[in-house]
């Protein structure tokens, strides 16, 4: 569960490498976009760590300050405040920097990079039918207008689907955490409904008469 996780991450950070437009790619141009990928989850932990580091750094400034520069009472609460809050986003960061090694190591893997490799192959090679699942389960949307983000997970998930053979409950819930994960605060609720309503419509195609 962990490796197929770890390809589809490499797989989303990948998509921004692939052509706009389809075009046949060699394999081994897409194994170069997913070792580009895993170079960027490298540089994300050092600089999680870095910023981290920063933030923390920071919070003791704010600490030291309510101690002898504040003016008054309610001056060294505001200080203290803000280094508690400083001190919450870089505990949460480094939360973050923790789970990154092994993402690394994973990465590193050949079935892993091999699952990423074939993610991008097919939906580079299907571009056209995965897109056009994905325009028949949207309501009130178009495709080409949401976020990249958003856009390639959906992608990634309906490519499983349709023609790698993954659980529909797994690659949904694959894609909400991913979401959860890169997108923004509604991006998951949104990327739940679209592909429950792809699940649905490929039930019912396959339905016997």
Known sequence: ????????????????????????????EIEDIVLAAVRTLTLEGQESLETAMAELQRGN????????????????????????????????RLG????????IQLAKQEDVRSYAVEILMTINNNREAIDGTLEGAMVDWQ???????????????TAELLHLGAKEQIAVNEAVELAKRYGDEDSYRFINGV?????DRLKAESRPF
């Open 1 to 28: 569960m962990q490796a197929r996780r770890t390809a589809r991450e490499l797989a989303l950070l990948g998509m921004s490498q692939l052509p706009s437009a389809p075009e046949r790619l060699e394999t081994q």
């Open 61 to 92: 400034d704010r600490l030291l300050s309510s101690q002898t520069r504040a003016a008054d009472l309610p001056s060294a609460r505001t200080m203290v405040g803000e280094a508690i809050a400083l001190a919450q986003v870089a505990i949460n």
């Open 96 to 103: 973050t920097a923790v789970e990154l090694p092994e993402l």
């Open 143 to 157: 495709l080409n207008r949401l976020p990249r983000i958003d856009r390639d997970i959906l992608r990634i998930a």
């Open 195 to 199: 592909l429950r309503r792809v699940v």
